[in-house]
């Protein structure tokens, strides 16, 4: 972990936060949040405090909100729990996370939201590529916060060094941590952002358990993302309370659409005929049916606090919308099998077939041994997006019919 510092009511994003009066009631509307959820509450007041057309295209405020949306939606399976070991502390694992994204998150939303119940709430950002690219970052006002213009955007994604906060303002690596991995107070509650720059694998017995874990983007299950095999089989065997907050697609018109129906029951027929549409090709897809193929049920809805971003140069006319269906399911349905694991997958690749830099990776996500669970959903997603690689079984094999297209 990163030492911490604390910070009263500072904004963990850029530029200072200009908190309302009535947001102090926050932690009071607990109280009444199964016949007014908390997170409708939040979301009227963010709606006020921000320009209403703006808040979709505010990085800061994405990640802490849909944290109180899961809180207060599944309220019974992640406080109450919490609640009865009487220790007032909640423990939420973010696996995954940039430092760009989920870390320059506005941390003092969820500090004056969580329930009056717990004095602390440990949010620990697992961080396997702490400096990984993760698509546009904005300020309150919709811009774009720049990366270092020093550097070409191969660089960027490969090594973000700074962050062009603005002309005369970066961040440095140090900067980062120091800005994210710290304390956030309001009125009795902290949140405490620890940083571990570690796959969740490598982390996960040293950490307390979660009450409720959150994967952004996951990606599961391209063959890139075979690590995350492991943890959906963790988080499954012990029934943690999981949310999964996955992307879309779509052309400016319908992306307005969308995020004016802040996660109603239009948003919601909007991403499901994307899905159904698209299937396998369609992130929220791809992780619920993997997730299924474990015996587990997973609610899907659209989400109340999306993220949209266009980037033209790699884009085209397509928005982005981060976050706009959030997935939750918690442990496995009665009397499923045991998970079988399956044998490495043999390497194939001999002495006089090179394997390019960018390749390596890849390789070594290939060479992660995976469930039967996950190779069936992995096998799903290559009938429809990779048919090339539906007979692949060598690393070799993977590694080819992967060439010039997204595993």
Known sequence: DEDEDEDEDEDAGEGNQHMMPE???LTGAWQDNAQTPVWKVLQQQLMAQYDERQL??????TVPATLVWAMSAQEQKILEPARRDGKGELNLHLIGSTYFYEGLSDWSILARASP???HTVNVHLILGTPFGYDGKIQSKGGETIHFDKNLDMEQVKLL????QISPNKAYGAKELRSKTCRSFTHGSTTVKVHCHEKLYQNVMNEVPTPHLAFMSNPGFPLPYRRFYDAVLIDLLTKSI?????????????KMEELVAARGDGHAWSMVSASMNREKWGNEAYQCSETVKSYGATVNLQASPFPYAYHD??????????????VEFFSGRAAGPSNIEMLATPENGIDDEHVIEAEDQEFVSSLRVPVSQPFAQAMRAWAQQEAKGCVHAETVKDWVACCKGMSC
């Open 116 to 118: 009056p119940d717990f």
């Open 160 to 163: 973000p060094t700074f962050l």
């Open 241 to 253: 309370p999981s949310v999964i907050s996955a992307e879309v697609s779509f052309k400016r018109d």
């Open 23 to 25: 947001q102090q009631s």
């Open 56 to 61: 979709a295209h505010y990085t800061a405020v």
């Open 312 to 325: 033209r140069e790699t884009d085209g006319d397509a928005w982005l919308v981060k976050n706009a269906v």
